[in-house]
């Protein structure tokens, strides 16, 4: 499967953005979708996950209230919702696939649980 995120941009503190992950060469059906995000200068960050079988979903608690994941399978499609932006939030957005069914509970923010990744989207937080 590749993966490509979109939807990033400059918004100004408070704001909202929705990020896409397309997948192609395989069906979205079949992967569990994780999000990650990297700012300069830190390590990249497990934020959180939705499952291929159900749409379930976990959110690490720095992220939880604040970010929605949802998926359309039909359009092959993942997205990120982010709302109340802050400057913290400034970082290179990445989805990852990998192939269970259902995200870990206690792995599901490690990146090595994932197969595949996309190239990153990046989200500036500014006024």
């Known amino acids: 499967v590749q993966l490509a995120e979109s939807g990033g941009g400059v918004v100004q503190p408070g704001g909202s953005l929705r990020l896409s992950c397309a997948a192609s060469?395989?069906?979205?059906?079949?992967?569990?979708i994780g999000w990650f995000r990297q700012a300069p200068g830190k390590e990249r960050e497990g934020l959180a996950c939705?499952?291929?079988?159900?749409?379930?979903?976990y959110y690490t608690d720095s992220v939880k209230g604040r970010f929605t994941l949802s998926r359309d399978n039909a359009k092959n499609t993942a997205y990120l919702q982010i709302t109340g932006l802050t400057p913290e939030d400034t970082a290179v957005y990445y989805c990852?696939?990998?192939?269970?069914?259902?995200?870990?509970?206690?792995?599901?923010?490690?990146?090595?649980?994932?197969?595949?990744w996309g190239q990153g989207t990046q989200v500036t937080v500014s006024d």
């Open positions: 990852a696939a990998e192939s269970s069914i259902l995200c870990s509970p206690v792995g599901y923010a490690l990146a090595r649980r994932y197969d595949y």
């Open positions: 060469g395989s069906g979205l059906i079949y992967w569990t």
């Open positions: 939705i499952s291929s079988s159900d749409s379930s979903t």
